[in-house]
Nanobody, 117 residues
Framework: QRQLVESGGGLVQPGGSLRLSCTAS????????IGWFREAPGKAREGLSC????????YYADSVKGRFTISRDNAKNTVYLEMNSLKPEDTAVYYC??????????WGQGTQVTVSS
């Protein structure tokens, strides 16, 4: 069974950092493009960042540019989202997504990030 399992969410104070992880099982991520999204209460799901399968193309939303970093470790079959300088408005459920044309589009289960003092 192909699935993505996320971890790393939690409660952090403003200005703090967290690293989210998303590990694939049942398939390898080598040729998949990866992305991170979030969904805050009452708001539409927001695309935050994506990274091409080759690692050569990266996108960041303006809301997280300069604070968040997307990365992948194919040897560990895991993708990451490093989040620094967190703000209360970053509070949301965060989702990883991987996709490969003709092979599939998979989502993690979501992990809660709460930024509060």
């Amino acid at each position: 069974q192909r699935q993505l399992v996320e971890s790393g969410g939690g409660l952090v104070q403003p200005g703090g950092s967290l690293r989210l992880s998303c590990t694939a099982s049942g398939f390898t991520l080598d040729d998949y493009a990866i992305g991170w999204f979030r969904e805050a209460p009452g708001k539409a799901r927001e695309g935050l960042s994506c990274l091409s399968s080759s690692g050569g193309g990266t996108y960041y939303a303006d809301s997280v540019k300069g604070r968040f970093t997307i990365s992948r470790d194919n040897a560990k079959n895991t993708v990451y989202l490093e989040m620094n300088s967190l703000k209360p408005e970053d509070t949301a459920v965060y989702y990883c997504n991987v996709r490969r044309l003709f092979y599939g589009d998979y989502w993690g289960q979501g992990t809660q990030v709460t930024v509060s003092s």
